[in-house]
Nanobody
Framework: QVQLVESGGGLVQAGGSLRLSCAAS????????MGWFRQAPGKEREFVAAITWSGGRTVVADSVKGRFTISRDNAKYTMYLQMNSLKAEDTAVYYCAAQVATGYDYWGQGTQVTVSS
């Protein structure tokens, strides 16, 4: 079983930056493709970014392209989401998830990001 814990959320002004972290338990972290998702109040959970197990390939949603960067440090069992030029519409609970079998099988508890305009 994989346990994921997000951190780094908070309140920031529009145009500011935050870096989210996702710490994973266990030495198997480096085997898994990982992703970030978010859910705003009253909306469906949406994909934000994903990264392969080696970090060699990443993909980000069009809505955050050029502003958000996903990365990982397998030696630290941690994945990151660097968020720059934040907008009010980025306000959401951000979740990290791990692809262990088929699809995203394990999820963190989420961290709140609030962007004030």
């Amino acid at each position: 079983q994989v346990q994921l814990v997000e951190s780094g959320g908070g309140l920031v002004q529009a145009g500011g930056s935050l870096r989210l972290s996702c710490a994973a338990s266990g030495r198997t972290f480096s085997r898994y493709d990982m992703g970030w998702f978010r859910q705003a109040p009253g909306k469906e959970r949406e994909f934000v970014a994903a990264i392969t197990w080696s970090g060699g390939r990443t993909v980000v949603a069009d809505s955050v392209k050029g502003r958000f960067t996903i990365s990982r440090d397998n030696a630290k069992y941690t994945m990151y989401l660097q968020m720059n030029s934040l907008k009010a519409e980025d306000t959401a609970v951000y979740y990290c998830a791990a692809q262990v079998a088929t699809g995203y099988d394990y999820w963190g508890q989420g961290t709140q990001v609030t962007v004030s305009s």
